[in-house]
């Protein structure tokens, strides 16, 4: 059997989500909005009574993920992707577990947690595979706010 480089593909896909979650937990937001492509997408699906959200562009997404970790800090556990790979572009399926603590005031702390999948297109760039698109959608979600006194 002839290797096409799909398995090639495949791992350095892995490591763009793997890189997509470590960056955010470290609050990088330059190194978190490089895992998309120049006109790459994060969006937020609408759930519930809460809005749609959406960040275009490297610019808007290193400010979104540098304001959302200026708050809180988290870490992301995400599950193996399904990819499927056509040619220069792929999409996969990543489901999640998110949990994040912040500080947003003296005497005010919050906890968060979300649960859902990501609905995730990829393009092969110069640079190698990047996102094109990524949709996030909550299945679940938690918070509990703490107050001094």
């Known amino acids: 059997m002839a290797d096409d480089g799909r398995a090639d593909d495949h791992v350095e896909l892995i490591n763009l989500e793997a890189r997509y979650a470590k960056c955010w937990d470290q609050a990088d937001g330059p190194g978190w909005a490089d895992v998309f492509t120049a006109d790459g997408v994060f ?31 988290g870490v992301h556990l995400p599950s193996l992707p399904y990819i499927e790979i056509d040619g220069d572009e792929a999409t996969g399926h990543v489901n999640f577990h998110f949990v994040a603590i912040g500080r947003l005031a003296s005497a005010h702390t919050m906890t968060r947690t979300a649960t859902g999948h990501y609905e995730v297109s990829y393009r092969r760039t110069g640079d190698g595979w990047r996102m094109s698109h990524r949709l996030e959608k909550p299945m679940v979600s938690a918070r509990d706010e703490y107050f001094d006194y």
């Open 43 to 73: 969006e937020v699906e609408p759930v519930g009574g809460r809005a749609p959200f959406v960040a275009r562009g490297r610019e808007e997404l290193a400010a979104f993920c540098t304001d959302f970790n200026g708050k809180f800090i």
